[in-house]
C-alpha cells in the first residue's frame, strides 16, 4: 500500500457487490478473504485529499500542508498548499512508476532519476520509493493470521507477511495487526533481510466514511531514533472524477496544478 | 699514515677494487635513485592533497567526519578562525559548505555533490571554459558537464534539503566548468559561491568544513593538529589532520617507505658480500706482508685499521660516484607524469602530472650509511683474520 494510494478511497454508499465481508467474529479466518477486506479498505479508485504531514528530527520540526489527487494505483498529484518559503507550490507528479517534481523557486520540473528512489521525500520518513510503489502486499506476500490478542484496547488480529520467492520488495517479514471490528490496520512493522525492525507506521483516529472505517491519521517511525513522520488526513472528497489532464506533465511543468 | 697506506692498497690490485666500488656504486646509486624518486612524487601527492582538496587539517562540527551530514555545521566560523590562527600563526583557513543534491538541465538529471567555496579564496579547482561563478551562478565539473551535457551560459537546476529539512531548490547559470585535483569532483560536483550554498542549504553563517593551511608545506601535521585542538571548544568541533582524514592515502605513503627499507637491506646484503669476497682476497694475498709488518712490530689494531680504512676508502669513491650517477639519472629524466600511470587516480586523488625529479639531501643519509656501513661489515671478518695472524705462521704463507 503505497502512501498516495492509501488515500485513493472510492466512497460509495455501498461496498462492491463481490467483496468480502470483514470476518470479525472469527478467531482464524480465511486470510486471502481478510487481505482483500483490508486492501479494499485502504484503495479505491480515485480521490482529492488535503493532508498535513508533520516531521519530527532530532534537528528539527516542521509541517507541511499538501492536497493529494489520485486516480487508481497509477496516477497522483500532491502539491504543497503550505511549506516552507522555497517549497509551497512544490508539485510531485506520479505516473506509474516514474516521479517527476516541479520546483516552485526553479520554476523547473525535475524527474527523479531511477538511482534516487531510496532517498526522502520532502525530508519526511517516507521515501521516493514509498511513492511510487503500487504493489498490494497481498500480491508479494504469503499472509498467515497468528493469533487474536488485544491492541491499544481493540480486539485485534495478528498477522505476518513473508515474501513470495519472486517478489520485489526490500522487505524480509511484514507484520500487521488488523482491528477485528473494522478489518483497518491498526499498526504495520517491516522487517529487512536481517529480520531487523526497520519502520513501524500506526494507524489511528478511524473514521467512517460510508461504508468504510479509515484511518485518519498515520504515523511513521523509522528505525533511526527520535525520527517520526505524522499525515493526518484533513478533508476528503472521495469518488470524485479527477480530469486525466491532472496528471499531465505538461501542466507540471507550467507550474499548474 | 694508515690513511696513505689504505689508500694504497686500494690499488695494489686495481681491477678487483674497481669492480667491488661498481657494485657499491650501483648500490648507492639505486637506493639515492629510488630514494629521490619516491619522495619527490610523496611530497608532490601531500603538497597536492593540503594545498587543494583537503588542506593540511581541517576543522568541523564533532562527527561531521565519520558521519557527514547537512545539519552537522560549524556555526561560528569567524570565532573558529580567531582561534586557530592564535593557535597557529601564519596558518590561512577556508569555508567550505558541502552537500548532497540532485542536478539537471533539460531532460538530464544526475546526483551531484553541492560545493560552496570562497571566490579567490579555494585552489580546490581551475577553471577550464567561462568565468569564476557571481550570484546565482555554478560551475561544474567537466566530467560532469559532459554527462550533463551542459555548457557556460546553460541552465542548471539543483535540489537537495536544507538544514531545516525544506526542500532546497533553485535555479543558475552555469558560469563555467573546471578541473581539479580529484577525478570524484571533476566527475560530480557542482561549485556555487560560498553565499549561494549557504543560502541554498539554509545554513545562516554555517559551513561545513574550515580548511586549514600551514604557511610552510611539511607532511607531518601531528604537533600543529594537538595545537589546533588545544584550542578549540572539543565539545561542539574536532580538527584532523589530513592523514586522519585520508588514512588509506597515509598508509600508502608509509607502505612505501617501509618496503624501499626492505630494498636497502638487499642490496645492503648483496654488495655487503661482494666487498667480504674481495677483502678475503686481499688479505689472503698479503699474508706474508702482513707478517712481515707484524714480525716488525706493527700492532695487530693498527692492522686492523689499516684493512678496515682500505675498505672505507672504496667505500667513499663509490659513494661518491654513485651519487654522480643517481643525480645525472634523475636529471636526466627530468620530469615524470605520473598522472598516465594507474588511471591517473590513487583512492580518488589525481596523481600529479608533472613532476620534477630532484636529488633529495635526505636520500644522502640512507645511501651513505648503506656504503660505509656495508663497507665496514664486509671488510670486517677478514680484517679480524689478519688482526690475529701470527707473524711466524704468516711468514711461512706461500
Given amino acids: 500500500m503505497s502512501l498516495l494510494v ?47 504531514m508533520g516531521m519530527k528530527t532530532p534537528s528539527y520540526e516542521r509541517t507541511v500542508k499538501m492536497k493529494l489527487w489520485s486516480k487508481g494505483r497509477d496516477f497522483a498529484l500532491v502539491r504543497v498548499l503550505e511549506g516552507g518559503p522555497r517549497e509551497t507550490g512544490m508539485m510531485t507528479l506520479k505516473r506509474e512508476k516514474q516521479l517527476w517534481n516541479y520546483l516552485p523557486q526553479a520554476g523547473r520540473v525535475m524527474k527523479l532519476p531511477s538511482g534516487m528512489m531510496g532517498d526522502s521525500w520532502m525530508g519526511s520518513d517516507f521515501t521516493n520509493d514509498d511513492l511510487v510503489r503500487g504493489s498490494s502486499l497481498a500480491q508479494d506476500f504469503t499472509s498467515t493470521v497468528e493469533k487474536t490478542f488485544e491492541h491499544d484496547g481493540r480486539k485485534a488480529w ?100 | 699514515m694508515l690513511f696513505a697506506i689504505a689508500w694504497r692498497n686500494v690499488w695494489r690490485n686495481a681491477r678487483r677494487s674497481i669492480i667491488t666500488m661498481s657494485a657499491l656504486a650501483l648500490g648507492v646509486a639505486g637506493i639515492v635513485t629510488l630514494f629521490s624518486y619516491r619522495e619527490v612524487a610523496n611530497e608532490a601527492i601531500v603538497a597536492d592533497l ?41 596558518a590561512t583557513s577556508e569555508r567550505r559548505v558541502i552537500g548532497a543534491g540532485l542536478a539537471g538541465s533539460g531532460d538530464r538529471s544526475s546526483p551531484v555533490m553541492v560545493l560552496g567555496v570562497e571566490p579567490g579564496v579555494s585552489n580546490l579547482y581551475t577553471l577550464e571554459a567561462g568565468h569564476p561563478p557571481g550570484a546565482k551562478e555554478v560551475l561544474v565539473g567537466r566530467a560532469l558537464a559532459d554527462d550533463l551535457g551542459v555548457k557556460p551560459a546553460d541552465e542548471l537546476v539543483l535540489v537537495s534539503q536544507g538544514k531545516d529539512g525544506s526542500v532546497a531548490n533553485d535555479r543558475y547559470t552555469v558560469a563555467g566548468t573546471f578541473v581539479s585535483s580529484s577525478a570524484e569532483l571533476d566527475g560530480n560536483a557542482v561549485v556555487l559561491p560560498l553565499a549561494e550554498a549557504q543560502s541554498f542549504f539554509a545554513l545562516g553563517e554555517g559551513v561545513h568544513q ?23 571548544d572539543l565539545e561542539t568541533l574536532e580538527a584532523l589532520s589530513w592523514a586522519e582524514m585520508l588514512p588509506q592515502m597515509k598508509a600508502s605513503i608509509d607502505n612505501k617507505r617501509k618496503n624501499q627499507g626492505f630494498v636497502d637491506f638487499i642490496i645492503f646484503v648483496i654488495v ?71 588511471g591517473g587516480d590513487v583512492m580518488g586523488v589525481k596523481m600529479p602530472s608533472h613532476l620534477e625529479l630532484k636529488l633529495l639531501p635526505g636520500s644522502l643519509k640512507g645511501a651513505a650509511v648503506t656504503a660505509f656501513f656495508t663497507a665496514i661489515v664486509g671488510a670486517l671478518l677478514p680484517a679480524l683474520r689478519a688482526m690475529r695472524l701470527e707473524p711466524v705462521e704468516a711468514l711461512r704463507h706461500t
Avoid at chain 1, 470479525?24 to 482529492?48: H, W
Avoid at chain 1, 520485489?168 to 529480520?195: H, Y
Wanted: proline letters at 6%.
Fill in chain 1, 6 to 52: 492509501t488515500v485513493a478511497l472510492f466512497l460509495a454508499a455501498d461496498p462492491p457487490p463481490d467483496l468480502p465481508k470483514c470476518p470479525s467474529g472469527e478467531d482464524a479466518p480465511d486470510v486471502v478473504q481478510l487481505m482483500k477486506r483490508t486492501e479494499a479498505l485502504l484503495e479505491g479508485r480515485s480521490s482529492i485529499a488535503v493532508m498535513s
Fill in chain 1, 158 to 257: 495478528f498477522v505476518t507477511l513473508k515474501p513470495k520467492p519472486d517478489a520485489k520488495t526490500v522487505w524480509g517479514k511484514v507484520e500487521l495487526i488488523l482491528d477485528r471490528a473494522s478489518c483497518v490496520p491498526l499498526e504495520q512493522r517491516f522487517f529487512d533481510d536481517e529480520g531487523a525492525l526497520a519502520r513501524r507506521m500506526a494507524y489511528s483516529d478511524l473514521k467512517q466514511l460510508g461504508w468504510r472505517t479509515f484511518p485518519m491519521k498515520l504515523t511513521m517511525y523509522p528505525s533511526e531514533n527520535g525520527r517520526q513522520t505524522t499525515i493526518t488526513y484533513e478533508s476528503m472528497e472521495l469518488d470524485v472524477d479527477v480530469a486525466d489532464d491532472t496528471f499531465s506533465l505538461r501542466r507540471l511543468q507550467q507550474g499548474r496544478e
Fill in chain 2, 50 to 90: 593540503t594545498a587543494g582538496l583537503v588542506g593540511h587539517m581541517q576543522v568541523h562540527a564533532l562527527g561531521y567526519q565519520e558521519a557527514p551530514a547537512i545539519g552537522l555545521t560549524v556555526e561560528n566560523p569567524v570565532q573558529v578562525e580567531a582561534a586557530l590562527r592564535g593557535a597557529l600563526p601564519g
Fill in chain 2, 210 to 232: 574550515l580548511v586549514v593551511r600551514l604557511p610552510l608545506q611539511k607532511e607531518d601535521v601531528t604537533p600543529e593538529t594537538a595545537a589546533l585542538r588545544n584550542a578549540l
Fill in chain 2, 272 to 342: 655487503g658480500l661482494g666487498v667480504f669476497n674481495a677483502m678475503t682476497m686481499a688479505v689472503f694475498e698479503r699474508t706474508r706482508e702482513l707478517g712481515v709488518l707484524g714480525a716488525l712490530g706493527t700492532r695487530p689494531r693498527r692492522v686492523l685499521a689499516m684493512v678496515l680504512l682500505e675498505a672505507l676508502w672504496q667505500g667513499a669513491l663509490a659513494f661518491a660516484v654513485g651519487v654522480a650517477v643517481a643525480a645525472a639519472v634523475l636529471y636526466g629524466i627530468g620530469t615524470v607524469d605520473l598522472s598516465s600511470m594507474l
